[in-house]
């Protein structure tokens, strides 16, 4: 990654933003962010581990002689990035794609259930701690929360999207702010099966690779399972991204109480993913290539 032209776009983001001129550097800052969503920590875990340990100071580039920000400092500075998370997601997806990491022949679209960091409200009812999430159901649990949408690139399992919604909205009703326009095909399950958005895929010239619901009173055709089963295998790949996060980032649960602030956890944890995982398609990619 380019830090300077990260770096850059964090200025100018701060410039508009009503918190104010963090009183440390904005790169420092930021990387600190990304080490909180890698390794799952809180704003006090996080100061703490500065100090503990010196793999973080030497990502965020702390001198030993340099005092480090506390838990507060933290909170504030990722407070001035709300709103504003989406141009550094993207920025460092760009900085990915012309390394040639994304290949776009297919993208995956999925979204999960992430649960409010409150205690639940009554069945029907909304919190008044976290009054934008939402009730859902599923397997015939009901879930007051939010949801996660994203869309992860095919071949390289990179996330090349994402948003966060309360958990009332279906996953279709999402997919349109998902889907760039970009891609060769869609790889989405059954919740996405719906004429609306089939016929939006064909508008724009992107394969239709949907998983059909079986008609109602009729047996789905031979053909049709068969298409099912083999779309089902590629689609499956961006429930491993869920797994990862649920298992290794603690994402099973809102860390944050609003839309905003789920919404920048959400871009900081798709773009700590994205490096962790270029990372390593970059090393194998190294181990496969001859020495000249």
Known sequence: VDWAVVHRKLKRILLTSA??????????????????????????EMEHQLYDRLSFRAFCKFDFSEKLPDETTICRFRASLLGKSDQLFNLVLDQLDKKGLLIRKGTMVDATIIRTS????????????????????????????????????????????????????????????????EEEAVYADKAYDSRAIRQQLKDHGIKDRILRKRPKGKEMSRRQKLLNKMYSKIRCGVERVFAHWKVQHGYAQARYRGWDKNQLHLDLLCISYNLKWATSILRKNARQTPNM
């Open 118 to 181: 409150c205690k639940p409200p009554s069945a029907g009812e909304q919190s008044e701690a976290d009054p934008e999430a939402g009730w859902t159901k599923k397997n015939e649990e009901y879930t007051y929360g939010y949801k996660a949408h994203i869309v992860v690139d095919e071949d390289s399992g990179l996330v090349v999207a994402a948003q966060t919604t309360s958990a009332k909205f279906h996953d279709s009703q999402v997919i349109h702010h998902v889907v760039t326009g």
């Open 19 to 44: 918190v104010g001129r963090p009183s440390y550097d904005t790169l420092k800052m930021f990387k600190i962010l990304l080490l909180q969503r890698l390794y799952d920590l809180s704003d006090p």
